[in-house]
């Protein structure tokens, strides 16, 4: 399953927040029991990136595309 840029943009539509995003990413990301550093090699960003994104302060549809791709979510799971 893939995430395409207007998945986002849906979201955006419908107001989903950064700080949903956040912690919805947080959370997948802990329940694999992966590091910042390893989720940063998968993705290929930084843990500075990373942080970044899952602190709310970054929305960047494509980080945001790039991280949950790597956590296996499906698009739904972010809007």
Same mark, same amino acid.
């Given at each position: 399953?893939?995430? #395409?840029?207007?998945?986002?943009?849906? $979201? /955006?539509? %419908? =107001?989903?927040?950064? +700080?949903?995003?956040? !912690?919805?990413?947080?959370?997948?990301?802990?329940?694999? #029991?992966?590091?910042?550093?390893?989720? $940063? /090699?998968? %993705? =290929?960003?930084?843990? +500075?990136?990373?942080? !970044?994104?899952?602190?709310?302060?970054?929305?960047?549809?494509?980080?945001?595309?790039?991280?949950?791709?790597?956590?296996?979510?499906?698009?739904?799971?972010?809007?």
């Amino acid at each position: 399953m893939s995430i #395409s840029m207007s998945n986002f943009d849906t $979201a /955006v539509k %419908t =107001g989903i927040s950064a +700080d949903r995003v956040s !912690a919805i990413l947080t959370e997948a990301r802990q329940e694999r #029991s992966y590091t910042l550093e390893q989720l $940063a /090699v998968t %993705t =290929g960003l930084t843990v +500075d990136e990373l942080k !970044a994104v899952e602190d709310g302060g970054v929305t960047d549809p494509a980080l945001v595309q790039r991280i949950a791709s790597a956590l296996g979510l499906p698009p739904a799971a972010l809007l």
